[in-house]
T-cell receptor
């Protein structure tokens, strides 16, 4: 079946604009994660959903960042009033079991590259 | 606090030569450890993982890694590198709860 997909693949925004990044996880996957990957760095955890419940949002860098997964499948990461420091690749990952079982494999999407001018 | 260190920002090896990528972690309990590979424009792909048991773990694409608790290390190895192995490699630790902590990555260049 299809893997994790993300759209758009590339997004250019002017500083101050709002953006919305979409993640379609593997069908039936319970857990969904968002990561931010700055240039030359590893992914950094942003937030975690178990079904529709956002159980951990401790990695969101500011209150301009907001994520939702209203029906427990597709998720959207929204960034309000974008700043240049928000430029990064945003990765989504899903896995079949609840996130407490850290050992199970996360399947990553290709990411959305956000550039804020 | 949990952390992962990959001391080498980039490594160049000749095709057919052996490879070792270093990874050191900081974590209070027995960690879950992972190696991922990221090719340009692609998402991360899991190469292998360690939870418990045998400290030498076999993965996909001919990779293996050895967990050494005394050195807090989880180095990735491959006996013979292929040009298609050129990519970015990330070591990661399952930090309890839902989080996975990634290192900054090592970029592998393969020369003919």
């Amino acid at each position: 079946g299809a893997g994790v997909s993300q759209s758009p693949r590339y997004k250019v925004a002017k500083r101050g604009q709002d953006v919305a990044l979409r993640c379609d996880p593997i069908s039936g996957h319970v857990s969904l994660f968002w990561y931010q990957q700055a240039l030359g760095q590893g992914p950094e955890f942003l937030t975690y959903f178990q079904n529709e419940a956002q159980l951990d949002k401790s990695g969101l860098p500011s209150d301009r960042f907001f994520a939702e997964r209203p029906e427990g499948s597709v998720s959207t990461l929204k960034i309000q009033r974008t700043q240049q420091e928000d430029s990064a690749v945003y990765l989504c990952a899903s896995k079949g079991l609840a996130g407490v079982d850290v050992g199970n494999e996360q399947f990553f999407g290709p990411g959305t590259r956000l550039t804020v001018l | 606090a949990q952390s992962v260190t990959q001391p080498d920002i980039h490594i160049t090896v000749s095709e057919g030569a052996s490879l070792e990528l270093r990874c050191n972690y900081s974590y209070g309990a027995t960690p879950y450890l992972f190696w991922y590979v990221q090719s340009p424009g692609q998402g991360l792909q899991l190469l292998l993982k360690y939870f418990s048991g045998d400290t030498l773990v076999q993965g996909i694409k001919g990779f293996e890694a050895e967990f050494k608790r005394s050195q807090s290390s989880f180095n990735l190895r491959k006996p013979s590198v292929h040009w298609s192995d050129a990519a970015e490699y990330f070591c990661a630790v399952g930090a309890g709860g839902f989080k996975t902590i990634f290192g900054a990555g090592t970029r592998l260049f393969v020369k003919a």
